[in-house]
């Protein structure tokens, strides 16, 4: 296997296999997909290509998300396409039904990526799970991370905030939820929390070494913070991507949406340099595969790249991009259709090995002198 570097972070190039084993659809195979491991395709694509089949593949997915929801959601209806009208910027993504079952899934996927982690900073569970722990969610979208991070640590006060009151009314008696914009001055007292999270906080975020240093305040000495996020620029190890892709013409228009609200989604990149320069230490960054489409062989990417071409088929492109598309770029809506339209063709195709980058970088406050 050769190594080169994309975007910052190591990643593979499909010179050979990463590991042995025979090729093709295999339930019981699991492999890696940090930024450093191959993701091996399924050889058998009998299974894979029946998503090229429009009516089967909107039928199935249907009961696919189904099952998943039924798992992970916690309940909220919203009816419309409602965009939430409190914080200092004008934020990108929809807070209304679609969009919070759209948050659920993610939070399911991601946990399925990490292997049923909530987190992968090395914080000691007795850390997060005495009676005077605390943990701060940022951009805390539906709750349901939160929650499960409650479940987990029955002895910690869990803390969601977020632009919006997306959240059901029924939570663990450990958990609460408050209106927050993390832009702003934070209302909490210093050396408060033990855990600070955020995830998939692009375009809610512009100025990350401000909120990188109100993290650093409020954290006590020994807390850490945690923050991941997709890069939404569409990969392959093994050349598959087509000439003119439209996904990749849809990732480059998503990209100069967010360049030009202030939001550059490569901006996890910089994370590392900018924990470095608030004070902290043990910064680590933490690259992961994130495949678009059932195509992997492992069956729980299989899984994690069958929510993902769902959440894309189903909305997602447009979640993301139909605001800014016609606000910030004054597009029209049926030119944006069209590009995504292509796109959705290629997320369907098995033979097409796509992926994204999910990027984390953690960090401590070090214990004072």
């Known amino acids: 296997m050769q190594v080169q570097n994309v975007g910052g972070a190591a990643v593979a190039t499909a010179s050979g296999a990463d590991s042995g084993g025979d090729s093709g659809v295999d339930d019981d195979y699991d492999q890696e997909n940090d930024a450093h491991h191959v993701i091996q395709p399924q050889t058998d694509t009998e299974e894979a290509s029946t998503d090229t089949d429009e009516g089967y593949a ?94 987990k640590y029955p002895s910690a006060q869990i803390v969601g905030v977020d632009i919006a009151a997306t959240q059901p009314p029924f939570v663990p008696p450990n958990c609460t939820f408050e209106i927050e914009d993390v832009e702003e001055d934070w209302p909490y007292r210093n050396a408060h929390f033990d855990f600070i999270h955020g995830r998939d906080l692009m375009t809610a975020v512009r100025d990350w070494p401000r909120l990188l240093a109100q993290a650093y305040t409020c954290l006590k000495p020994g807390g850490w913070i945690q923050l991941c996020s997709t890069i939404p620029g569409a990969l392959s190890d093994d050349a598959s991507i087509p000439a003119n892709s439209g996904y990749v013409e849809s990732g480059r228009l998503y990209f100069e949406i967010a360049e030009k609200m202030g939001a550059p989604l490569d901006a996890p990149r910089n994370w590392a340099t ?78 097409i090995h796509t992926y994204v980058q999910y990027w984390i970088t953690y960090a401590m406050k070090p214990f004072e002198k």
């Open 58 to 151: 909107d039928s199935d997915a249907s009961s696919f998300l189904s099952s998943i929801l039924s798992e992970v959601r916690r309940g909220i209806e919203i009816e419309g396409r409602l965009y939430p009208s409190y914080g200092k910027h004008d934020y990108g993504m929809p807070i209304d039904e679609k969009e919070m079952d759209r948050n659920d899934l993610q939070h399911h996927k991601y946990h399925l990526l990490l292997k049923d982690r909530l987190f992968v900073a090395p914080i000691p569970d007795d850390q997060l799970n005495t009676g005077n722990s605390r943990i701060l969610d940022l951009g805390t979208g539906t709750g349901i991370w939160a929650m499960d991070m409650a479940d």
């Open 274 to 351: 900018q924990m470095h320069a608030a004070g902290f230490t043990n910064v680590q960054d933490e690259v992961h595969k994130l495949p678009m489409g059932p195509w992997p062989r492992s069956k729980r990417l299989r899984t994690v790249g069958r929510m993902e071409q769902i959440m894309i088929l189903d909305g997602g492109f447009e979640a993301y991009m139909l605001r800014g598309y016609t606000q910030v770029l004054g597009g029209r809506p049926e030119d944006l259709q069209a590009t995504l339209t292509h796109a959705k063709r290629e997320v369907r195709d098995p033979s």
